[in-house]
């Protein structure tokens, strides 16, 4: 469903990707891990074409992402994503921001907004949390209507990026359980974080990245067994000290 | 401590002063919207990607800027005229300048509001499909109005207390008027001690104003 071929970027003279090639299949759940300044994030961003890429091409549903020609806003409106820091929309409440897009990009009525809106946040547990603006909300709220937020859309793959990297450790876990039911329930996903715990759990293949490439790509067996790699093994023998 | 004061002087020549505080409020509204249109132009037109449109924009502001009010007044009392090659009554030669004039800081504090929005807030609203135009519409410009508001305020006041300028060209706004009732009759002190409480009134009630319907829309 998403195909990276040889994407690489550079910010001026600095190669941030490096010959990047992953492909992902409807229904599956990978999860990106790496050291921070390994392009993780860089790349995620690029399968939605919220940052642009230098060569290479990304394929998402058959559509070229690269090309100047595709409707960008369409195939983004077919993706959820996720934020690092939540990004809800401050001026609006739980509910508003769920139902915006519905309404703006897919040109949902009202009604079938809103009642699309209570069932998501009914299904995050959310429910009575509608009418709440994002600041009156926690961290582990807010980033759970950012899911529904995207969710809501309808979408036929799901970015996460550094889903829950901002959030007190006892909020990670309610966050973190709602995408493992998104997982069961057949999400296609792509989640960068260092959640181990969570790729252990959903995650059908493990990729690790560092220096901006893709150092492995293997199956969660294998990658938690013996990765291949020297640099993936000392990685992971360190978050995985304690 | 009022001894030997007249107030009785303002209710004499309230319709007087009534006729300068029209001109004032006239004037006030007149430019602060059209310095708000042209000031959303101007900010827009600087924020593009069309470099040199916003290069002259940025031209025109900084321009504007390091000029005193009172001399854009005299120009375009004087070059108005001569530009369209007819008279022009001095409440249209005014209105021009204050508006041009309060564009320019208009112009710089929505661009700033603009501005103030956090990137990933534009990359959340692109996330989810709304083209440049919807996040700027929905996502951007309801948090940068939010965050203008008390400045925007700020300069509106401002624009109502230089209004007065205008008697440099022969017009009498509120604060003109009572200067000529004042000196006519002797009166300066009651007439400025009423000045000052008016313009404390109005000012007072128009941030209340703008208070509340911040907390009303949620803003």
Partial sequence: MIELAHVSK?????????????TIAKGEVVVICGPSGSGKSTLIKCINGLEPFSKGTITVDGISVGDRATNLPKLRSRIGMVFQSFELFPHMTACENIVLAQQKVLARNREAAVAKASELLARMGLAEHASKYPAQLSGGQQQRVAIARALAMDPIAMLFDEPTSALDPEMITEVLDVMVKLAEDGMTMAVVTHEMGFAR??????????QGSIVEDADKEAFFGTPRSQRAQLFLSKILQH | MFAGFDFGILWLNAPFLWNGMLLT???????????????????????????????LVEGYVNFLRSMPLILVIFWFY??????????????????????????????????????????????????????NLQSMRYVVLPQAVRNMIPVLLTQSIIMLQDTSLVYVVGLRDFLTSADIVASRDNRPTELYLFVAIVFLVVCFSASRLVNRLRRRYAL
């Fill in chain 2, 25 to 55: 409020l006239q004037l006030t509204l007149l430019a602060v919207s059209g310095g708000l249109l042209l000031g959303i132009v101007l900010a827009v037109t600087r924020l593009s990607s069309i470099k040199p449109l916003a290069w």
């Fill in chain 1, 201 to 210: 759990k959903v995650a059908d293949r493990v990729v690790f990245m560092d």
């Fill in chain 2, 78 to 131: 004087t070059l108005v005229p001569k530009l369209i090659g007819r008279p022009v009554s001095g409440f249209y030669s005014v209105l021009i300048a204050f508006v041009m004039f309060e564009a320019a800081y208009y112009s710089e504090i929505i661009r700033a509001g603009i501005s103030s929005v956090r990137r990933p807030q534009i990359s959340a609203a692109k996330a989810l499909g709304l083209t």
């Fill in chain 1, 10 to 22: 550079w910010y001026g003279p600095a190669q941030v990707l490096d010959d990047c090639s992953m």
